[in-house]
């Protein structure tokens, strides 16, 4: 069985930049495409990026346009998230995910594969 697990979490000041990065072991991840997630306490998740395997092709949330870019390099099953000019707002719990929806899917219960989660707090 495929675990996702992330990194690179942690605490940055504001219009600082962090690079999360989320790792599979046990096979290659299946599927249409790997994406981003976030929880902020007392909210409800937030889609906030994905990218299609096969072609790179990218979709982000409004809020994070111009400041989030997502990658993959699936020849080593690992998919990242920089993140650039990072604002408090931006202070969750950020989940990679993977689904085999074909569409360009942005809801939580579209994506079968979740990672455990890595904080990310951006101080004011």
């Known amino acids: 069985q495929v675990q996702l697990v992330e990194s690179g979490g942690g605490v940055v000041q504001a219009g600082g930049s962090l690079r999360l990065s989320c790792a599979a072991s046990?096979?290659?991840?299946?599927?249409?495409?790997r994406g981003w997630f976030r929880q902020a306490p007392g909210k409800r998740g937030e889609f906030v990026a994905r990218?299609?395997?096969?072609?790179?092709?990218?979709y982000y949330t409004d809020s994070v346009k111009g400041r989030f870019t997502i990658s993959r390099d699936n020849a080593k099953n690992t998919v990242s998230l920089q993140m650039n000019s990072l604002k408090p707002e931006d202070t969750a719990v950020y989940y990679c995910?993977?689904?085999?929806?074909?569409?360009?899917?942005?809801?939580?219960?579209?994506?079968?594969?979740w990672g455990q989660g890595t904080q990310v707090t951006v101080s004011s």
């Open positions: 990218i299609r395997k096969s072609t790179g092709i990218t």
């Open positions: 046990g096979g290659t991840v299946s599927g249409s495409a």
């Open positions: 995910a993977a689904t085999t929806n074909p569409w360009p899917t942005t809801r939580e219960a579209d994506f079968g594969s």
